[in-house]
């Protein structure tokens, strides 16, 4: 009877069997089921970002880069005198200049408006670094473990082609270019040289910020192989337009001369086959 009287009221009342462990104690199996059941609870599901939260996160990302552009830049207006011995480097070896000046300007204003050019794309190029680690960051949420590992070894990576980048711009590239276009073969010997100092500076720190930022292009490559965005074989089978392509955009990059296009353009080859060989080791891009 008693038996009878708690079976029935197990079916009809269940809420009275046991809550939170505490409660009516009916059998040791039902409390044993209970505590089965809460240690098996599984854990809640992590929420993925709203569309929102993207653009708040987009949005707090440019504006930490755009104070990252406004502090180099105040830097390099503070120091803009070291800059401009920095920047007035390769045209000191120019044997066709005559005078003690190498560059001159030509309307009043220009000595202004072109240090605060210079300033904003020095600015640009000094905060380089917080623009690469802003996009890392924006995208980190959405990859997995083994994409998270692969994208903080490329960001060192691309902090190393960084510095080769300038290194190489400012110190091979540059100073060939400036012997080149301004040697004797070019201007005879009755002709003087008279540059003009906004287009020529800017062209020198313009070339080091094209520099830097095209030798970024196999960080980027190899993170679109690692994403299997792009296959392997599709590099292979398009090297050779891609060596035509390397070309012209050096060519359209450069000053207009076969020494710095080809300066630049053998490093880049160098680097996207390099890029296709960690590939291969690594097996990114299968397919």
Do not use: C
């Amino acid at each position: 009877m008693i038996q009878d009287f708690f079976g029935q009221l197990k079916k009809e009342h269940p809420e009275l069997l046991t809550r939170d462990g505490k409660g009516l104690y009916l059998d040791g199996e039902d409390a044993k089921n209970m505590e089965t059941n809460k240690t098996n609870k599984q854990p809640p599901e992590t929420t993925t970002m709203t569309f929102l939260e993207h653009l708040r996160e987009l949005r707090m990302r440019i504006f930490i880069s755009a104070l990252g552009v406004l502090a180099g830049s105040i830097v390099a207006f503070i120091f803009f005198n070291p800059l401009i011995e920095f920047l007035f480097t390769p045209f000191q070896t120019i044997d066709s200049i005559t005078t003690d000046k190498q560059l001159f300007i030509n309307t009043l204003f220009e000595g202004f408006l072109t240090k605060l050019k210079i300033s904003l794309l020095a600015g640009f190029i000094l905060s380089f670094p917080v623009h690469l680690y802003n996009a890392v960051r924006f995208i980190f949420p959405a990859l997995k473990v083994k994409e998270k590992r692969v994208i903080v070894i490329g960001l060192f990576i691309s902090f190393g082609l960084l510095g080769f980048s300038f290194y190489y711009s400012y110190y091979n590239i540059i100073p060939l270019s400036v012997r080149f276009l301004t040697s004797r073969n070019f201007i005879p010997d009755q002709v003087g040289v008279l540059l003009n100092y906004n287009k020529n500076i800017f062209y020198i720190l313009q070339f080091i910020f094209i520099a830097l930022v095209i030798f970024q292009t196999p960080i980027l490559l190899e993170l679109l192989l690692v994403a299997n965005v792009i296959k392997r074989k599709a590099l292979l089978r398009f090297a050779r337009y891609v060596m035509v392509g390397i070309f012209i955009l050096s060519a359209l990059l450069t000053p207009p001369d076969f020494i710095s296009q080809v300066s630049l353009s053998v490093p880049l080859i160098a680097l996207y086959f390099l890029t296709i060989l960690v590939a291969k080791i690594f097996k990114f891009g299968e397919g």
